[in-house]
């Protein structure tokens, strides 16, 4: 099983990312990103249930958005008004088990 992120990137503070998750698996699973921020625990961002259902961190509820293309096994992070503490690994899972390699994403200010 593969999962593929990509997207990441270094922008400034205030600006959008769309990160993407290409999965090699066609699971009824939910789909998350996580986060994981310099010197600190991995942690949920956003999960799309199998039923479209959606849950956000507080953190990021409003800015970011998780999207999911069952045709081409792919699921999307768009991530708008990006912050500082924003920064750090972005990881793709297919839940519970199935992770992505994680792609980086920095945020100036």
């Known amino acids: 099983v593969q999962l593929q992120a990509s997207g990441g990137g270094l922008v400034q503070a205030g600006e959008s990312l769309r990160l993407s998750c290409a999965a090699s698996i066609t699971s009824n699973n939910a789909r998350a990103w996580y986060h994981q921020a310099p010197g600190k625990r991995r942690a949920l961002v956003a999960r799309i249930n199998p039923d479209g259902s959606t849950t956000y961190a507080d953190s990021v509820r409003g800015r970011f958005t998780i999207s999911r293309d069952n045709t081409k096994n792919t699921f999307d992070l768009q991530m708008n008004k990006l912050k500082p503490e924003d920064s750090g690994v972005y990881y793709c899972?297919?839940?519970?088990?199935?992770w992505g390699q994680g792609t980086l994403v920095t945020v100036s200010s």
């Open positions: 899972a297919i839940e519970p088990r199935y």
